[in-house]
Structures are given as structure tokens and as C-alpha cells.
């Protein structure tokens, strides 16, 4: 199978987040990346080539096109007040804040503009942030070509992940949403539905507001139940689409402790939406986090379930985009993705 990577990952390196107030070790950092590269070329199925440069035009497809400005902008503006470390917001534009005011626009200062568009504290920018994140949706693009070029699957290695990017807004470690760049390029480019299958531990709330209202894009999510994890604005079974959008938005909340034999059976109810809707052609955000020991999960999967998870959506028979996501456990982090990935191309 093909395997798309760049090491430009590596420039983005925070070194922490800051959840309730504690500034912690930071989770999502580049020897992840590098865990899945290595176990990829170990076990020898994978070819792994760069990404090719897609400019700015699938990004603004799906994303507001002053926040790219933003994150182009934002390590020069910060360095410029003579600043360093990690630009992260302490003040965050809250709806309420505004309330009956009409839209805040944006403000001109590296303060304030960080508060426009990030929505928490655990996604710091640093100096090679910009570079990374537009490498990422390069890699997820370069995948969808793949397929689009007659490969019945191909895996972009995305760092840092996407699926909690909105149009307008990013956190979560996200900066870009690649899944969903990805799928608005597969859109475009055949013209047809396209599904989005998203089986990270956490609801992908990004993915979900962009498609919210429309026809021509699946979004299904498996996750923890957003009534006890992250992002917990988003991501209830009520939540379904509009417009257009209705009846395109699935959402499975799963329990905590959630084991291997519950996951499939939920499992099987979201593959049954995506057997159910148009189109030859599946984007996978793919999050190892569901692993039992990943140190942000509440569920229970063993890595013996990534093969069968894998198996059952390469059943679909789709061309299928295997897009990373999240997943912190280091030590089972490539053989997990690696097993998903034999799962789905049948081996
Ligand atoms: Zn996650």
C-alpha cells in the first residue's frame, strides 16, 4: 500500500499544553510520526513517498482563508514582539461574549488574533508549525490522488491531525483539517459522494461542521461519548445534519470502558450508514486513541481489534483515504496502524 509522509512534521514541536491550568508534557508530539514511519518500513507492505505541493487552493476550499493567513502570519508576528516559546491564547472569543453585538472582527495584535482562532490552550504554535501543517494537508491530498490515480487504498501519515479544524477555528492539536480537505478534493475531482468515517477516540467536531449541510458528504464518527470526553459541545446522536446536510451526519457515542466486541458491533451499525450512502470512495480519519492503554482514552480496545476494524471497512469495497488522526501511546502506536491498514488492503 501506498504511504504518504513528510518529515516536516518535525518542525512542530511543542514541547506542552496546558489542560485546567496545569502546563503538562505535551501528548501530540513528532516522535509519533516517526513510531508509524518506523513501523511501516519494518514490516516492508508499505511504499513511502513525500507529498506533492497542492498550494493554497483545496486548503481554502474547506477552510476560511484568513485563517491560513493567520497561521502563516502568527510565528512572525509573535517573534517580532521580541516573544519566543509557545503562542498560546488566553483569551479565547467566547459566543457570549458578544452576545447581541454582532461578529467580533478580528483584532491586529498576535494576542488577540490567537483568541480569534483557537478555541483552547492545548495546541501551541511554534516556529515551525505553519511549515508542518500545510505539509500534512499535502499529505492527505497527495493520498486522495493516489486513489483517484487507480490505488484501491492509500494511508497519509497527517501530523499534526486535523478532524477538530473548522472552517474558521482550530484546536485540539489540529491546525488544518486534512480528512476533510482530502474529501472536499475527492469531491471535486469525481464529481461523486463521498464518505467520511471517522474512528478516533474523540468526536471530530471540524469534520462535522464543515459538511454539516451537505448531501454530498457522509461524515460517521465513532467516540467517546461527548458527554464525558472532549470536545463536549459536539457530537450527540441528535446531531444529524441540516439543509441539504440532513440525514448525512452520524454520530455512535461509545461507553466508557467500551470493549473490543462492543466496539465492532458499533461498529458494524456505522459501516452499515456508509454501505448505505452513493459513491465509491472512503476517507478514513483514523485515531488510535480508542487503545486501551493510550493515556487519553476511557475505552478498552486491545491492539488485536485494529486488524478486524480494518477488515470490516476494506469489506466496503470503496477506494478508501486513510487519514492519521490522533493516538498517543507510543509503544503500540505503529503496530496498531499498521494492523488497521493490513486490515483494510486485505493482507
Ligand atoms: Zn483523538
Do not use: K
Amino acid at each position: 500500500m501506498l504511504a504518504v509522509w513528510s518529515g516536516r512534521h518535525a518542525g512542530h514541536d511543542p514541547q506542552h499544553e496546558v489542560q485546567f491550568g496545569e502546563r503538562i508534557p505535551i501528548y501530540e508530539v513528532p516522535a509519533r510520526a516517526e513510531a508509524i514511519r518506523a513501523a511501516l518500513e519494518a514490516d516492508g507492505g508499505f511504499s513511502l513517498v513525500g507529498p506533492r505541493d497542492h498550494g493554497t487552493g483545496p486548503i481554502e476550499a474547506v477552510h476560511d482563508p484568513a485563517m491560513l493567513r493567520y497561521l502563516e502570519e502568527a510565528w512572525r508576528d509573535w517573534e517580532a514582539l521580541g516573544r519566543g516559546g509557545e503562542l498560546v491564547p488566553h483569551t479565547v472569543l467566547h459566543p457570549g461574549l458578544r452576545e447581541g453585538m454582532g461578529p467580533a472582527a478580528e483584532p491586529s495584535t498576535p494576542a488577540g488574533r490567537i483568541g480569534f482562532w483557537c478555541f483552547e490552550t492545548m495546541t501551541p504554535i511554534v516556529a515551525g508549525t505553519y511549515e508542518a501543517v500545510r505539509a500534512a494537508a499535502d499529505v492527505g491530498l497527495t493520498a486522495a490522488d493516489a486513489v483517484l490515480g487507480g490505488e484501491r487504498a492509500a494511508y497519509a501519515l497527517c501530523r499534526p491531525p486535523g478532524h477538530h479544524a473548522a472552517r474558521a477555528v482550530f484546536g485540539g492539536y489540529c491546525f488544518l483539517n486534512n480528512a476533510a480537505i482530502a474529501a472536499e478534493h475527492l469531491v471535486r475531482e469525481t464529481g461523486e459522494p463521498v464518505a467520511v468515517l471517522d474512528v478516533d477516540y474523540h468526536h471530530g467536531n471540524g469534520t462535522q461542521q464543515l459538511f454539516w449541510e451537505r448531501g454530498d458528504v457522509l461524515y460517521v464518527s465513532l467516540h467517546g461519548d461527548t458527554r464525558r470526553a472532549y470536545p463536549y459541545f459536539t457530537g450527540s446522536p441528535e446531531e444529524t445534519g441540516a439543509g441539504r446536510g440532513r440525514g448525512a451526519t452520524m454520530n455512535v457515542p461509545l461507553p466508557e470502558g467500551c470493549s473490543d466486541d462492543r466496539y465492532l458491533d458499533l461498529l458494524d451499525r456505522a459501516l452499515e450508514a456508509v454501505a448505505g450512502f452513493p459513491g465509491e470512495t472512503l476517507v478514513v480519519s483514523l485515531g488510535l486513541d480508542t487503545l486501551a492503554e493510550d493515556p487519553i482514552t476511557d475505552l478498552a480496545l486491545t491492539l488485536d481489534v485494529y486488524p478486524e476494524i480494518g477488515r470490516r471497512v476494506g469489506a466496503l469495497g470503496r477506494r478508501t483515504v486513510v487519514v492519521q488522526e490522533g493516538g498517543y501511546h507510543l509503544p503500540s502506536l505503529g503496530e496498531g496502524v499498521v494492523g488497521f491498514l493490513r486490515g483494510v488492503g486485505g493482507g
